[in-house]
């Protein structure tokens, strides 16, 4: 590339800006753990040189506006694809900036990986308007294999295993890939959406099933297997020996997850068949769904008391649908504020995710931006 700039430190700065890591001159700050004053003159030499620019004020998550800096004529979009079971959310991401255009389109995940893709990157195609793709990401629903850029084990995605899905993906797009499990995604997008940044956080996605994301000093926590996180597995005491999808008894999901209160209630006599027709419920104070729910909340809440004062991060996030039910909030947050070490909730945020249904977009458009940063630095 051409780009050159005077100083060890200036590339830094230009780094952290071209990957999306910091947009402003207090998230540089933050990220490289550098002064104010410091920042301030290694930004003023960047934009003399015109290697960055300085964009419209924007809205941080604390109210706050700050000038959005962003690589010099930088046209170029990122592709990103958040693949569900019956859908795939798409949108385009400028290098370093925030979503400019999202669609949803349908699928039919049995289709199998090509034509699935090829579906999904002809509509990145149309939402990038004519605008280059640098690169593109996309977000699965099941424990992925960063490595081999598979799903490991693709219980909900048959006909999707043991292929890399990043290289079907980069053949399609003619661009660099990056793959990743969608509640790690989340978890990324999340992380970096709440002022100031978390040094820790755990990003839950409580909806039919239950997934959660960690981020360690700004990166996805993936374990020895790219496993981490995932919750919902955990032996809980209240579910004795039910049998869970996993092939054994007694798992968390088996009693908080949406999909075993749709299971609770119709052992109950109560007609419903979806996620959604039990927040619909509820919603409208029906006493047993509102319980149920609510014991869906301590169940998780006594789960996290195990990763709160394991892990004492400074944030837990909260999101997917049953997030969005005050009984199943308020019962986890009180078993968690009861039942960690005050010391490890003296400085814990537990907040509603802020991202919605785009935080796995944004998660992992960081790291196309990362990954297309790291193959210009070499
Ligand atoms: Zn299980």
Redesign the pocket.
Known sequence: MSRTASSAAENHVLAAIGSGRARSRREISQVLGLSASTVSQHVQSLLTQGLVEEGDARDSTGGRRAKELRLAGDTELIGVIDLGGAHARLGVVPRGGDLVRTAEIAITLDDGPRPVLEHCVSELERLAEGAPIAGVGIALPGPVDVASRGVVSPSRMPGWGGVDIGQILSDIAAVPAVVENDANAMALGEHFAHSPHPSGSVTLKAGTAIGSGIVVDGQVYRGAAGAAGDI??TRVASARDRQ???G?RG?L?TVASGAALVRLLQEEGVDVSSTAEVIALVRDAHPRATALTRAAGHHLGEVLCAVVNFFNPSAIHLGGALSSLEPFVSALRSEVYEGSHPLMTRDLTIAPAALGADASLVGVSRQVNEHLTGLLRG
Do not use: P, V, Y
Request: negative net charge; aromatic residues 0%.
């Open positions: 919902t597995h869970c999808t996993c054994n798992c999901e």
